[in-house]
């Protein structure tokens, strides 16, 4: 089995990959009460429909053709906005507690965008209370903000596993990431000493939007790790394996 840590796309053909599909909450809030859009944009439809629940309310228990995707769900600090973020956040509490929902995010810290950098820490903190209270991992969006999220690792002590996605960083700075605890998530573009230079126990890969097919990405890896893709395959297996049996919550939302 092949994993897609994060996309924006549901994976085309057999069932030989398994993935995870980012939600945005705006993709829940505009869809929940409408009729079924079309198209194949994710969708609260289409989360519906390839999940195998009722609609609505969403029940996570998913099943049918489609057992092999999952979601993830968070906001990404791109679309902060002020307005309406508790809300948004209820409502990413309440799903992060489904079943087929295997892990909050993306979010995140990014100092190349025009949110406001002290909203996105709010933004980022509640995020990790709610994957500690859902006993969930974070998949977490970075730019330009590794210190402030070495910070908030240290200051929160997560129970839980933190990935960063879509890592492209130099190989000093991933050793200072994995020695932290972070695991890694590569997709079409990454440093490939970085790749090299990383214990295979703590990395993922990940199509995210570029629309390329995963097993080309674990072809590429596989290379430039000088390794069979078999035994990429069985790692990244067991790594999954690992990461994503659930491990208890801490039972409150305070640290
Ligand atoms: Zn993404």
Same mark, same amino acid.
Not at 58 to 63: F, I, K, Q
Not at 75 to 92: C, F, R, T, V, Y
Not at 102 to 107: F, T
Not at 164 to 171: L, T, V, Y
């Given at each position: 089995?092949?994993?897609?840590?994060?996309?924006?796309?549901?994976?085309?053909?057999?069932?030989?990959?398994?993935?995870?599909?980012?939600?945005?909450?705006?993709?829940?809030?505009?869809?929940?009460?409408?009729?079924?859009?079309?198209?194949?944009?994710?969708?609260?439809?289409?989360?519906?429909?390839?999940?195998?629940?009722?609609?609505?309310?969403?029940?996570?228990?998913?099943?049918?053709?489609?057992?092999?995707?999952?979601?993830?769900?968070?906001?990404?600090?791109?679309?902060?906005?002020?307005?309406?973020?508790?809300?948004?956040?209820?409502?990413?509490?309440?799903?992060?507690?489904?079943?087929?929902?295997?892990?909050?995010?993306?979010?995140?810290?990014?100092?190349?965008?025009?949110?406001?950098?002290?909203?996105?820490?709010?933004?980022?903190?509640?995020?990790?209370?709610?994957? =500690? +209270?859902?006993?969930?991992?974070? %998949?977490?969006?970075? *730019?330009? @903000?590794?210190?402030?999220?070495? &910070?908030? !690792?240290?200051?929160?002590?997560?129970?839980?596993?933190?990935?960063?996605?879509?890592?492209?960083?130099?190989?000093?700075?991933?050793?200072?990431?994995?020695?932290?605890?972070?695991?890694?998530?590569?997709?079409?573009?990454?440093?490939?000493?970085?790749?090299?230079?990383?214990?295979?126990?703590?990395?993922?890969?990940?199509?995210?939007?570029?629309?390329?097919?995963?097993?080309?990405?674990?072809?590429?890896?596989?290379?430039?790790?000088?390794?069979? =893709? +078999?035994?990429?395959?069985?790692? %990244?297996?067991?790594? *999954?394996? @690992?990461?994503?049996?659930?491990? &208890?919550? !801490?039972?409150?939302?305070?640290?």
């Amino acid at each position: 089995m092949y994993y897609d840590l994060h996309t924006h796309h549901f994976p085309e053909g057999n069932g030989d990959i398994c993935t995870i599909v980012n939600v945005s909450t705006k993709d829940l809030q505009e869809n929940l009460l409408l009729p079924p859009p079309e198209g194949d944009r994710l969708t609260h439809d289409n989360f519906a429909l390839k999940s195998g629940v009722s609609y609505p309310p969403l029940e996570g228990a998913g099943g049918g053709n489609n057992s092999n995707i999952f979601y993830s769900i968070g906001i990404h600090p791109w679309h902060i906005q002020k307005d309406n973020i508790e809300k948004k956040l209820d409502l990413i509490e309440k799903y992060a507690l489904f079943p087929h929902v295997k892990a909050i995010g993306e979010c995140g810290l990014d100092k190349c965008c025009k949110t406001d950098f002290e909203l996105q820490k709010e933004v980022f903190s509640s995020h990790i209370s709610i994957s =500690e +209270k859902a006993g969930k991992p974070l %998949i977490i969006h970075c *730019v330009k @903000s590794f210190d402030e999220l070495i &910070s908030f !690792k240290k200051e929160s002590r997560p129970a839980q596993t933190w990935i960063i996605h879509g890592f492209r960083g130099k190989p000093q700075q991933a050793k200072q990431l994995i020695k932290q605890g972070f695991y890694l998530s590569f997709g079409m573009n990454y440093n490939e000493q970085s790749l090299q230079n990383i214990p295979i126990e703590r990395m993922f890969f990940e199509t995210d939007d570029s629309g390329c097919d995963i097993r080309i990405i674990y072809e590429n890896a596989a290379k430039t790790l000088n390794t069979p =893709e +078999k035994n990429l395959i069985r790692q %990244i297996e067991q790594n *999954v394996n @690992s990461v994503f049996t659930p491990k &208890s919550p !801490k039972g409150d939302f305070g640290f």
